[in-house]
């Protein structure tokens, strides 16, 4: 019964390192999302997962930013050669086969300090 | 793609008053508009959602409204308490399609004065 889990929930990185962030959904959930959340601002959609269907990647900022998600389940977002805009909360959710309810139940967030 | 604009960035109200915070989306093809809360710290958590189909619901303190002519749609808090104080997000998508992925406005900043 455990909720969305997110690793590691606090990562330092030195600018032009890389960095991967895990996403582990809430079992049989088939829809997977990454979030980026800036200091103070909104949930800026990052990509979205659903089932076997191909990702929408269209909010991914640059190619240095990558996800993929094995079988269907845990997902890994990667952020190549690190620059210090990328600080930010990386939030992951996952939601149900449409369901009535449609709700997304987030993870706690990794949260990413480049210096 | 749909973008969602949400409006005000901060509200303050009084204890007791009532709060309403605005959006309007883009995407004349939306059909699912749920509103969440993000209390200092924690995650998003959803308080609560409506249909292209209705035009309003409500449960117990907090309403939402849908105008789908003009895309726009409101959260409403009546008789507002400090533990409303939050970050309030709306959101739009198209459900039950292939394009579900759900898009956030700026976000609210809600303070509310005892």
């Known amino acids: 019964g455990a909720g969305v889990s997110q690793s590691p929930s606090n990562k330092v990185t030195e600018k032009g390192k890389d960095v991967e962030l895990r996403c582990d959904p809430i079992?049989?959930?088939?829809?997977l999302y990454w979030y980026r959340q800036s200091l103070g601002q909104g949930l800026e959609f990052l990509i979205y997962?659903?089932?076997?269907?191909?990702?929408?990647k269209s909010g991914l900022p640059s190619d240095r930013f990558s996800a993929e998600r094995t079988g269907g389940s845990v997902s890994t977002l990667t952020i190549q050669r690190t620059q210090q805009e990328d600080s930010a909360v990386y939030l992951c959710?996952?939601?149900?086969?449409?369901?009535?309810?449609?709700?997304?139940?987030f993870g706690e967030g990794s949260r990413l300090t480049v210096l | 793609g749909e973008n969602v604009e949400q409006h005000p960035s901060t509200l303050s109200v009084q204890e007791g008053d009532s709060a309403v915070i605005k959006c309007t989306y883009s995407?004349?093809?939306?059909?699912?508009f749920p509103w969440y809360k993000q209390e200092l710290g924690k995650r998003p958590q959803l308080i609560i959602d409506?249909?292209?189909?209705?035009g309003e619901k409500k449960d117990q303190r907090i309403a939402v409204t849908l105008n789908k002519t003009a895309k726009h749609f409101s959260l409403h808090i009546t008789e507002t308490q400090p533990e409303d104080s939050a970050v309030y997000f709306c959101?739009?998508?198209?459900?039950?399609?292939?394009?579900?992925?759900?898009?956030f406005g700026q976000g609210t900043t809600l303070q509310v004065k005892p």
């Open positions: 995407d004349s093809a939306s059909n699912y």
């Open positions: 959101a739009a998508t198209r459900r039950r399609s292939n394009t579900g992925k759900l898009i």
């Open positions: 959710a996952s939601s149900p086969r449409e369901t009535n309810t449609g709700e997304l139940f």
């Open positions: 079992s049989g959930h088939t829809a």
């Open positions: 997962f659903q089932g076997n269907s191909a990702p929408d």
């Open positions: 409506i249909r292209s189909n209705v």
